[in-house]
């Protein structure tokens, strides 16, 4: 014979396997987004570590140093404080606002001494609207605005 099951202790076994599984998926949801998380590196940090290691870099470009070789881009980059520069190659889409003095980020590897690009990794950042400059043109601007009222 089939035991009958009281429906008051079905939904209580149903709400708790329901608990178990959400509870099991958010901590393997946070699990992953920690572990695959990057860390970006420094143009400094790359040039310490060990070669043939794939890693994420975020520079700034030094002006007056890109060129084009063909297909291939070089460039030099440093330290978003400034430092030491290191010559890059990168074959690949290269976005408009890619220029000398430019934050960019690019995922490659070191070789000999140079960091070679992924293609269709090179992002480039663009420059914050709350630096100094637009900081007192924002001001500027208000105390006008201000003045005429």
């Known amino acids: 014979m089939v035991a009958v099951v009281d429906p008051s202790r079905k939904r209580k076994i149903r709400l708790g396997v329901a608990l ?3 509870v099991f998926l958010a901590v393997a949801l946070v699990y992953v987004s920690f572990n695959a998380s990057d ?3 420094e143009p400094s940090q790359i040039l310490s570590a060990a070669p043939g290691q794939k ?3 975020n520079a ?3 002006p007056k ?3 084009h070789d063909g297909e291939t881009l070089e ?3 440093e330290d978003r404080s400034g430092g030491e520069a290191m010559p890059v190659s990168y074959e690949g889409v290269v976005p408009d606002p890619f220029r000398g003095g430019r934050e960019i980020v690019l995922t490659g ?3 000999n001494g140079t960091f070679v690009g992924e293609p269709e990794s090179l ?3 663009c420059p914050s609207k709350f630096t100094t400059n637009a900081s007192e043109t924002a001001g500027t601007g208000s105390g006008s605005s201000s003045s005429n009222g």
Do not use: G, N
Request: charged letters at 30%; proline letters at 0%.
């Open 20 to 22: 178990c599984v959400a």
């Open 39 to 41: 860390q970006t590196k």
């Open 55 to 57: 890693y994420e870099m």
């Open 60 to 62: 700034k470009v030094v």
């Open 65 to 67: 140093s890109v060129r």
């Open 75 to 77: 460039f030099e980059v």
């Open 109 to 111: 590897t070191l070789e």
């Open 123 to 125: 992002i480039t950042k």
